[in-house]
Antibody
């Protein structure tokens, strides 16, 4: 079964770039029919979708973060990555990667499975 | 963005109780509605997709219903392992958005 695991620094200074990687095991990030997403959750708060990527390289970002977000894929390592620039304390959250399951019609669907999440704190 | 509103935000219930959680969308989303369970310190787990389709391996005491703007998640007989926070998510219109969550606590 597919498993995802996030990795990256747990502490980032304000104004710097947050960089995380999601490693996919038990399946291929190149598998057709799936997108791959990043989602975050500030402590004690709800979930916010950041963006998604298809193995063709197509990306779609949340308009609220679009100017600061880049999601990319490394098929040779079976990984996809998140970069978020110019971070502030408001970007402190647990960051999850997840497989983005689409309907056969091509419409976006649900997230399954998710990685365990990684806490990123923005602080000097 | 489509706003998803869950109610209640929290509830207290006893083992064996029937529990119903509501999710309302700010506009029609057909059946593009999915439910997740999250336990403290863990990632969300998919329970139901497309409003009423039970994800494989999820106990049959969980069920979902609704279409349009109003949806419900029902736990027919609450078990100790069901105490958690539940989120709904719409995928009808990007960006996908989540409800604020319903925390189910032990009475």
């Amino acid at each position: 079964q597919v498993q995802l695991q996030e990795s990256g620094p747990g502490l980032v200074k304000p104004s710097q770039t947050l960089s995380l990687t999601c490693t996919v095991s038990g399946g291929s990030v190149s598998s057709g029919g799936y997108y791959w997403s990043w989602i975050r959750q500030p402590a004690g708060k709800g979930l916010e979708w950041i963006g998604r990527l298809y193995t063709s390289g197509s990306t779609y970002y949340n308009p609220s973060l679009k100017s600061r977000v880049t999601i990319s894929v490394d098929t040779s390592k079976n990984q996809f990555s998140l970069k978020l620039t110019s971070v502030t304390a408001a970007d402190t959250a647990v960051y999850y990667c997840a497989r983005d399951v689409f309907y056969t019609s091509g419409s976006p669907g649900w997230f399954d499975p998710w990685g365990q999440g990684t806490l990123v704190t923005v602080s000097s | 963005d489509i706003q998803m509103t869950q109610s209640p935000s929290s509830l207290s219930a006893s083992v064996g109780d029937r529990v119903t959680i509501t999710c309302r969308a700010s506009q029609t989303i057909s059946s593009y509605l999915h439910w997740y369970q999250q336990k403290p310190g863990k990632a969300p787990k998919l329970l139901i997709h497309a409003a009423s389709s039970l994800q494989g391996g999820v106990p049959s005491r969980f069920s979902g219903s609704g279409s349009g703007t109003d949806f419900t998640l029902t736990i027919s007989s609450l078990q100790p392992e069901d105490f958690a926070t539940y989120f709904c998510q719409q995928s009808y219109s990007p960006p996908p958005t989540f409800g604020g969550g319903t925390k189910v606590e032990i009475k």
